[in-house]
């Protein structure tokens, strides 16, 4: 009897390390596997976003951009060229997050993941970690194209960081998100063409909402992307069409509401279970 309760009184301190263990294993490898992910399929991850960037440079950088003038005190490209990576930012950690889980759903191996003792908020945590990843990724080789084109200084390298990895984490949870309720691939792309892609457009990548009529600012400042673009572009170039601190409380409040949305879905097994 006493050996029962010596061990019963034991089993958590052995247990403590031993899940601690699991859960780090099962996180770097759900992060590992969306890293592979990227790099084996990279003529479909990183090399459009690079392509279609190069477009845009060459297009309304270099061809439209001279005849347009200065804009925010900046000639045109070098004004949209933060805009510019933090599109093909958020556009691929959404699109990242949304494909890998919903191709896990479709391929029914999701079950695997879900009987594991790894908690959901780990499980969210590693596919938003394969998000984050794909959008660097991308983001980088599009600031290595953007360069070509023009000259960046960084006014704050802190807001740089901090709001990249910000909008990356708040689109990789949307992403999650769309694909837990989405029942077919043509779901997956509704949100991202319909919503995602005029939201994108409309917030700020191309042009100050200041040119625009006081009404359109009005409506334009419920753009939550209007808001991760200029609190980026504050961050190269130190001007910005919104107040930052604003920026930054719309984008930390929005992780935190869409973190745990995303854990409450898993846990409920809304979308996974069905």
């Not at 556009?91 to 029914?108: E, L």
């Amino acid at each position: 009897m006493d050996k029962a309760v010596e061990s019963s009184s034991l089993s958590p301190s052995v247990k403590e390390p031993v899940l601690l263990k699991t859960n780090i294993v099962g996180f770097n490898t759900i992060v590992l596997r969306e890293f592979n992910r990227i790099i084996r399929i990279w003529g479909q991850t990183i090399v459009p976003p690079a392509i279609t960037a190069t477009l845009y440079f060459v297009i309304f950088g270099s061809l439209i951009g001279g005849r347009i003038g200065d804009m925010g005190g900046y000639s045109y490209i070098q004004y949209i060229a933060p805009g510019l990576i933090m599109m093909s930012v958020i556009t691929n950690s959404y699109g990242n997050v949304v494909s890998s889980f919903f191709g896990a759903k479709f391929g029914k191996h999701i079950e695997e993941l879900l009987v594991s003792p790894l908690p959901g908020w780990l499980i969210v945590g590693g596919y938003v970690m394969g998000g984050i990843t794909r959008g660097l990724i991308v983001g980088g080789v599009v600031t290595a194209i953007t360069l070509i084109f023009t000259h960046l200084k960084i006014y704050s390298i802190g807001v740089v960081i901090s709001a990249v990895l910000l909008s990356s984490i708040v689109f990789s949870l949307a992403g999650m998100i769309n694909a837990v309720f989405a029942k077919n691939f043509d779901q997956i792309s509704f949100i991202p063409t319909f919503v995602l892609t005029p939201l994108t457009y409309l917030g700020g990548v191309f042009y100050t909402i200041k040119l625009l009529p006081d009404w359109a600012q009005g409506i334009s400042h419920a753009n939550p992307i209007l808001y991760m673009v200029n609190a980026f572009r504050f961050g190269f170039l130190g001007v910005s069409d919104v107040n930052v601190g604003l920026a930054y409380t719309i984008m930390i409040g929005a992780a935190v509401v869409l973190y745990v949305s995303c854990v409450w879905l898993l846990h409920r097994g809304v979308g996974t279970r069905e």
